[in-house]
């Protein structure tokens, strides 16, 4: 399998396509005799104790290299492909959480980790290279389910919290042979009943389902058939408003002056009619005709775009306000 592209730290992998496999070769065994090592032909089926053994003496030669150098190159690879089987270790643990194709993702970012492993290690310290490089690949492909896996993005903090949560609920459930309440959770792990329930909520956010998916939760009941949004949706009361108000915008600026003002005193200021009269100069019954007309103006131009009660609740809506 190709070796995937590293991280922006680390150089870049090579690998030959057909047309190039002999150049490549040829190369690869004069930078394997410039550097002093054998040239593997196949790093990938070397025996695993072998690897091991190989990797120390590969290890302490890529140290005395320059970066950069086809020498550098050759060795580092070798190295990356000699120690691959160290990431199809680590993801068994991992082939439960994604289908094939996810499988292929999870050695790609586990390879990355190898990648990082290889070159932070310093044989000087004479340690074992699986010891580092397991928690690299681990720690990259929990970093990658981290990421990619949350339905919604949350916090880190908050999903490290839904891990401690979900596992005290399963201790507490045995304990306490019921389930937990928040409070139990929240003396267990040592936190306020606040930040368990934040918790919760959002571990709300690590899957999620479509609004279109048949509603199954009761098979056999009048809600047979639907979807979850015909089940759980409701008419928001506001998007009609919002809708005649989008209806009456136009219409109000068609009006006069005077007309404008004469509704936003009424409607805007919450003026009497006669408080009206006096601020326009005209009596009380000249306001109220006038206020009458032009509300009924109001309400035959929507008519002709709007059903009637679309117009009945803006203008309601106008009354109330």
Request: hydrophobic residues 40%; glycine residues 8%.
């Amino acid at each position: 399998m190709p070796v995937p592209a590293p991280s922006s730290d680390t150089a870049p992998v090579r690998t030959a396509g057909p047309t190039a496999a002999v150049p490549q070769q040829r190369q690869s065994a004069e930078a394997a005799r410039i550097a002093g090592l054998p040239r593997i032909a196949e790093p990938r089926e070397v025996a695993p104790a072998d690897a091991r053994e190989l990797s120390k003496v590969f290890f302490r030669r890529l140290r005395e290299l320059t970066e950069g150098t086809e020498e550098y190159q050759y060795v580092r690879n070798t190295l990356i492909e000699m120690n691959a089987s160290l990431v199809q270790f680590a993801v068994r643990r991992f082939r439960n959480r994604g289908d094939g194709g996810e499988i292929e993702d999870i050695v790609q970012v586990g390879t990355i980790g190898l990648i990082k492993a290889i070159d932070r290690f310093d044989p000087a310290r004479e340690n074992e290279f699986s010891t580092l490089a397991m928690p690299y690949i681990t720690g990259e492909i929990k970093r990658h389910f981290r990421d990619t896996s949350w339905a919604v993005r949350v916090p880190r903090r908050l999903q490290e919290l839904r891990i401690d949560i979900a596992k005290a609920k399963e201790e507490l459930t045995t304990t306490l042979d019921r389930s937990p309440t928040v409070a139990d959770l929240a003396g267990h792990l040592g936190l306020s009943d606040e930040e368990v329930i934040e918790g919760l909520v959002a571990a709300n956010g690590h899957t999620s389902g479509s609004l279109d998916a048949p509603h199954t939760e009761h098979g056999d009941g009048p809600t047979e058939g639907h979807s979850l949004a015909d089940v759980m949706g409701e008419e928001e009361p506001a998007l009609e408003l919002v809708e005649d108000i989008q209806t009456l915008a136009p219409l109000l600026e068609r009006l006069t002056g005077r007309e404008r003002r004469m509704l936003q005193m009424r409607f805007g200021e919450e003026l009497t009619q006669a408080q009206i009269g006096a601020e326009l100069g005209i009596s009380q019954m000249q306001v109220s005709r006038l206020l009458t007309r032009l509300l009924a103006h109001l309400r035959a131009s929507m008519l002709e775009d709007r059903g009637e009660e679309s117009a009945q609740g803006a203008v309601s809506s106008a009354h109330r306000s």
